[in-house]
């Protein structure tokens, strides 16, 4: 079944709610194990393309169309080149866009609008369907376009904070309150993004099925906090004594106590 296809179920009952949330986790490891998949594929199809491109397309009749707009993100991520992947069906291509600030990838698709039977999205995440025959021609048409776009800049991934600020200026009980009132961010209402240094690693692990992801505690002498930083698993390996971190903030609810936990975007030894 597609990955999106299980319907909404609440339960009071404590039974039930174990095991809706068994099946949750199951169908989140499903997902997870599946997106890693078709990354790994579609780097095998991008590394047979004959050269380089500033736009990276992967196109595969058994990708999921559940997933091709993580693997498109994880493909940006990696690369740091607009990425497209989608899944060819007997006649239609149904696929995702992930981009960086220098690309405007919907604006890139506005011009190839004759070739696509839809399209839509916004700066940084489009979808398009279109016949599988036209995709040779979009591939062509949206790389000259980001040839013209890219080929004089230097692309490399930029974080931007909003404020550098030391860690125990940032008390929970001050935060707490004002946190729904910045809801919803997304792509017009972005997180507030912070910078804390010379904070001291009270400890660190790896967490995740595969070890991926990064579970760590720090203080800078008045204040703990969590922190997670998903993909940096690494770190746990050759983590030094003291980071500077980059991080958003997450509301963390457990037996019934809220507390805040850090979302680590990047961080560097101090």
């Known amino acids: 079944r597609d990955l999106h296809s299980f319907p909404t179920r609440r339960s009071s009952d404590l039974q039930e709610a174990g095991l809706l949330a068994q099946k949750l986790d199951d169908q989140n490891r499903q997902r997870q194990t599946l997106t890693h998949d078709l990354q790994k594929k579609a780097e095998e199809l991008i590394a047979a393309t004959p050269q380089a491109a500033p736009l990276l397309l992967a196109a595969h009749p058994d990708f999921s169309s559940g997933v091709v707009g993580l693997v ?13 992947v989608g899944q060819i069906g007997e006649t239609f291509t149904r696929a995702s866009c992930r981009s960086i600030p220098e690309f405007h990838i919907t604006a ?9 039977e839809r399209h839509g999205g916004h700066a940084m995440a489009a979808g398009f ?26 692309l490399r991934p930029t974080l931007r904070a909003d404020m550098e600020i030391p860690l125990s200026a940032l ?11 910045l809801q919803p961010t997304g792509m017009s209402n972005p997180e507030a993004v912070f910078v804390s240094r010379q904070l001291r690693v009270a400890r660190a692990r790896r967490m995740g099925s595969d070890g991926s992801h990064l579970r760590l505690s720090v ?12 993909r940096m698993g690494n770190w746990a390996d050759q983590m030094p004594e003291t980071v500077d971190l980059v ?5 963390n609810t457990y037996q019934g106590r809220e ?12």
């Open 108 to 116: 890139a698709l506005d011009q190839c609008a004759d070739l696509m």
């Open 129 to 154: 369907t279109i016949r599988n025959e036209r995709l040779p021609e979009l591939q062509q048409r949206l790389n000259a376009i980001a040839h013209q776009q890219l080929d004089t800049l230097d």
């Open 171 to 181: 008390q929970p009980n001050l935060l707490l309150p004002y946190l729904d009132r």
């Open 259 to 270: 507390s805040l936990q850090l979302v680590v975007r990047d961080l560097k030894p101090s």
């Open 72 to 84: 498109a993100a994880r493909l940006v991520e990696t690369h740091y080149r607009p990425a497209i």
């Open 247 to 251: 991080y958003t903030f997450e509301r």
């Open 219 to 230: 203080t800078d002498g008045n204040i703990y906090y969590d922190a997670v930083a998903f």
